[in-house]
């Protein structure tokens, strides 16, 4: 029998936990003794994920310049270029965070277009509690348009399983709740509560992933001009940057500081965080600090607890506002950041726009 590639894809919106997640089956599936690569996805390059995961020591593809469905063959490319040194067993995938329909335009192609090579794993979406919880129980103040929640509904709507992530953060009653609202909304799709954190979960969520079948059937009913003005109205921003400075100081604290700046500044305008997220990279080490809503707090999600004085960081933002006035938002907060450990920043390359409008590859309507 030909060897066949398990493709994992996990979906989710913006700051649902992705790329944790898939850090964390990544290693399980090493620990297995399985070869294992990695494929990120953004509008832009420069994306902190692609380069978090790499420091973790995975192989990992980026695929730049549009989501996986408007960049089909570049997908494709990308994972086999990954396997042209050493054929991976399993392929994990991250789709842009603010993309739906993926089951129409990416599984079903795959499994039209190259059966032969991939092994459909159930399709497995990330449901963010701060603002999924909001957008499921239908509130007004849900902290962005009707159009963007659409984006979050239709994800949830196209899963073979939904994950309700951060359970660690969460009360039962709040576990619960979601868990109910989910199982309304969503009748006979199961729900897995985890912890992408602390591995909670997991061993529940990998037995899923195993089952094999005909998954990535829910090919969905979208309205694409409800679905691209959701998307137009996040402003979008990749920035790098280096940073220098006389002495060391310590570099967990920069990044800590660079994203809760952003969020006071974002809040003065009252522009929604979908998700801030930073990396600084020195000699071998690394540390990320991320931001997942304008109402939760920005946290160290993978210290590096290192003195620097010379280092390179990457910035992400998509937040509800203008690109840009994000732009002018994060060159200010980095700047006074750095300013703040007596350090200079000398801006590289920055990417601000809204994400255009999504033109599918290939779309297969029927299953």
């Given amino acids: 029998m030909p060897h066949l590639i398990r493709y994992v894809m996990v979906g989710g919106f913006l700051g649902a936990g992705k790329t944790t997640t898939l850090a964390r089956l990544a290693s399980h599936y090493t620990a297995q003794g399985l070869r294992v690569g990695i494929v990120t996805n953004d509008q832009a390059a420069d994306l902190v994920d692609t380069n978090s995961l790499r420091s973790q020591g995975f192989e990992v593809g980026e695929v730049a310049g549009a989501c996986f469905c408007c960049n089909f063959d570049e997908l494709i490319s990308t994972m086999e270029s990954l396997s042209e040194s050493q054929r991976p067993d399993v392929i994990l995938a991250e789709p842009v965070g603010s993309c739906t329909d993926l089951v129409a335009t990416v599984i079903q192609p795959i499994k039209k277009l190259y059966d ?24 007004k103040r849900a902290g962005f348009s009707p159009k963007a929640a659409y984006i979050l509904k239709k994800q949830l709507e196209e899963a073979d399983a939904i994950l309700i992530n951060r359970c660690d953060e969460l009360s039962e009653e709040e576990a ?133 004085r010379d280092v390179d960081v990457i910035v992400n933002a998509r937040v509800a506002c203008d690109p840009a006035q994000l732009e002018v938002l994060v060159r200010e907060c980095v700047e006074a950041a750095c300013e703040s450990v007596s350090a200079t920043v000398e801006f590289r390359q920055t990417q601000s726009f809204r994400p255009g409008r999504p033109v599918p590859t290939h779309r297969i309507s029927e299953v």
């Fill in 176 to 308: 619960e709740e979601l868990s109910r609202l989910l199982s309304e909304q969503h009748p006979g799709v199961p729900v897995l509560r985890v912890s992408a954190k602390t591995g909670d979960g997991f061993e529940a969520l990998t037995q899923f992933l195993a089952q094999d079948g005909d998954f990535g059937r829910r090919i969905l009913d979208i309205d694409y001009d409800t679905y691209a003005d959701g998307e137009a109205e996040l402003g979008w921003l990749n920035s790098s940057v280096h940073v220098k400075a006389e002495a060391n100081f310590p570099l967990d604290e920069l990044l800590l500081d660079i994203v809760a700046r952003l969020q006071k500044s974002l809040a003065e305008i009252e522009a929604e965080t979908a998700h801030l997220k930073t990396i600084g990279l020195w000699e071998g080490f690394f540390g990320v600090a991320n931001l997942v809503s304008s109402d939760s707090a920005a946290e160290l999600s993978l210290p590096s607890n290192c003195q620097v």
């Fill in 116 to 139: 032969a090579t991939f092994q459909i794993a159930p399709y497995s979406v990330i449901l963010k509690p701060s603002h999924g919880g909001r957008i499921l129980r239908n509130e």
